[in-house]
């Protein structure tokens, strides 16, 4: 086995497959032109590398145009456009307590400074959502229901089909976090009725760093998000406002086409991948089963309700030891890589009970052994037993 | 191509380029060139055809969806 152990996939993927890194290299030194600017072959074929990005992620989550996958820069990029694009003066919002801060601290700004009214509806203490808290919260002005498929703290999968029926029933936009969802849980925007996907490329989608989108449902109008960027599109050039088209409504500026090389790649390796993400769902629930029913051996606490749905991704701490002290020997003595703390989710955090220290963090991924869980949970009997 | 093509304008080369990907798919023989000095567009390309298949691409674009501004002689 070899070593370091990287159980850091919640963070961002490691190892990409080598056609992802062979992708990029290809860009960097065989076309290395802008897209929709220039008419020459390469910057033609620059062109086609974004929409082969766009025409396998709206095939991967069940939209028929490719021109409403918008590409950001990360998952970020993609909730803060439809969360400040789309926020008006005087809306409701309802979200969880389990969100992430991508989510939580775009709707805080909106609310503080007066333009919405923000509910958060309160996860059970394993972090799992009832969507009729979600129907009772519901008013008039409710515009805007945003909510995290799969915890990026404990991995907890939300029951994002049931909160999207009711959605749909009431006329509410569905926006849906799947930053640590998406390419490792089967997601289909239509049969789940998600008005708004925000995805990372570089997680479970296996591409670089600086890679995301922003999905718009078929059916949904895009002018009703405003652009949060504006400028040089490549197209309508003759005119002084931003067109209104997509993508190039949200597009402006030269994208990461080195990045976009790269996530292509990745999505043609999980479209090769035989039993596609069901599959690949089931080897990382395997791998965070026989984690969790090992370090319970251990005496180690989980926070988690290992009866939910979940992601492999999973929260955990040592008795009487500190996470951070963990992490350290994790990373200094074992060369196990991990995440500590607060994982950027401070409500989720208070909701598992586990604010202010945090906890320890493994993200397992595709990529992950049987043989590298036992040897963390020999890592942690030997920071256990040294005391 | 012959003297009798036409080609496919467009606002924006993501949807030249999608139009492309479309008509390849189905075996329509079609090339991706400058806008000739003739015509002007928002778009710095577009999408030559042979006349022949006209009626075959209009379809192709009504069906799938995708946005164009107009069709023109390409000469």
Known sequence: MERPVYFDNAATSFPKPSTVVHAVVHYMTQIGANAGRSSHFRAVEAGRLLFNVRNSLASMFGLDNPMNVILTENATGALSLAILGYLREGMHVITSSMEHNSVIRPLEHLRKQGTIRLDIVQCDTAGKLDPDDIRKSICNDTALVAINHASNVNGVVQPVAEIGAICREKGITFLVDASQSAGSYPINMKEMQIDLLAIPGHKALLGPTGTGALLIDDSFDPKRISPRKFGGTGSASSMIEQPDFLPDRFESGTPNLAGFAGLAAGLDYLQRFEGGIQRIHQHESELREYFVEKALQEGVEIYSDERNPATATVSFRIPNFSVSDVARRFSDDEGILCRQGLHCAPLAHRTLNTFPEGSLRFGFGLFNSYEEIDYAIDAIRRIRDAQ | ?75
């Open chain 2, 1 to 75: 191509m012959p003297n009798s093509s036409f080609v496919i304008l467009f606002h924006s080369s993501n949807h030249a380029i999608w139009a492309e990907a479309a008509l390849k798919k189905a075996c329509i023989n079609c090339k991706m060139i400058p806008v000739p000095r003739h015509l002007s567009s928002d778009c710095g390309y577009c999408v030559e055809f042979e006349h022949t298949e006209h009626d075959h691409v209009l379809d192709i674009l009504s069906h799938g969806g995708i946005e164009y501004d107009r069709i023109a002689m390409s000469k």
